[in-house]
């Protein structure tokens, strides 16, 4: 019996490749190409299967030209690359890759709201431009991390993970907020206290944002949130790309609305707004939140495990439209 057909569509570590060769006959994309919409919708509607990364369409439009397409195995927890709805019409499985990335992804929030708070990447480009010449009392004057107040938005694994660092290992008075309350053992084990968005934005000394992109969520931070900040606040965002206004974002940080920001996603990625650029007190970092080898190995794993269970036992592990295998 021929095997099934799926794609990779980017580059990713050769034993992922080697632990789907035996069940399926792989496209790759070692080259690390980037498709246009074109390119995937033909390569896609040749395909039973697709292990993609978080960034291919897979809506009405693509899916209309795939009727052979059954499963796509998402390698990021993040899935606003999908139209799950769609997929469950067109009776395609989809699923993400949760948990894997928990705590390297929180480790990696708090290490750029403390870079943020104590201007790491400032210090830096001060030094490699040649301009330090002396110690000075006042010098890159930062924001205090430990016993301060951390607002947290989206309070999901990754969420509750930065608040049990903020808790339990700075001293930090946690609140936080989310579509629904945690449950009251969860907010005992994170110390975290729930807060309206508004009180949260007021009160916080480090807003960290770690909420799913939705059509709801888009610019849950634009102009007027940035206004209710504190003006010594610093604002983290590793969630996604447009859940901040970027304008307004730079718009803020160049009036001294707010103190200082750390991103590491984009609203029109891998672009980065101009005027952002221009800002002296943001730290960038390029979506690489859940880079470690470890854990990106065990997000493309789980992904090809999604894939493989699915075509030899008719069920996934971390299905996102369950009804589908019903
Ligand atoms: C991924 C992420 O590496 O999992 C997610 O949702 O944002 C990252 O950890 C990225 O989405 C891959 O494109």
Known sequence: MSKPKIVVTRHVYPEVLAH????????????????????????????????????EPVNEQVLSACPQLRICANLSVGYNNFDVPAMTR?????????????????????????????????????????????????????????????????????????????????????????????????????????VSKAELLQTADHVVLVVPYSKEAHHTIGAPELALMKPTATLVNIARGGIVDDAA??????????????LDVFEREPQVHPELLKCHNVVLTPH?????????????????????????????????????LA
């Open 20 to 55: 789907l060769a035996p069940h399926f006959e792989v496209t790759h994309n070692q080259a690390d190409k980037p498709y246009s919409l074109e390119e995937w919708t033909a390569l896609l509607s040749q395909q039973d299967g697709a292990l993609t990364m978080g960034i």
């Open 90 to 194: 067109h009776k395609v499985v989809a699923t993400n890759a949760p948990d894997v990335l928990t705590e390297t992804t929180a480790d990696f929030g708090f290490a750029l709201m403390m870079a943020t708070a104590r201007r790491i990447t400032e210090g830096e480009h001060y030094i490699r431009r040649g301009d330090w010449h002396q110690w000075k009392l006042d010098f890159f004057c930062g924001a205090e991390v430990h016993g301060t107040t951390l607002g947290i938005m989206g309070m999901g694994r990754i969420g509750q993970a930065i608040a049990k660092r903020g808790a339990h290992g700075f001293g930090m008075k946690v609140v936080y907020h989310n579509r629904s309350r945690l449950a009251p053992e969860l907010e005992a084990a994170c110390k975290a206290s729930y």
């Open 249 to 262: 974002l730079a718009q803020a940080l160049q009036q001294g609305q707010i103190a200082a920001a750390g």
């Open 288 to 324: 690489i939140a859940s880079s470690t080898r470890a854990t990106r190995l065990g997000m493309a794993m789980l992904a090809a495990n999604n894939l493989i269970a699915f075509f030899k036992e008719g069920r996934v592990l971390t299905p996102l439209n369950p009804e589908v």
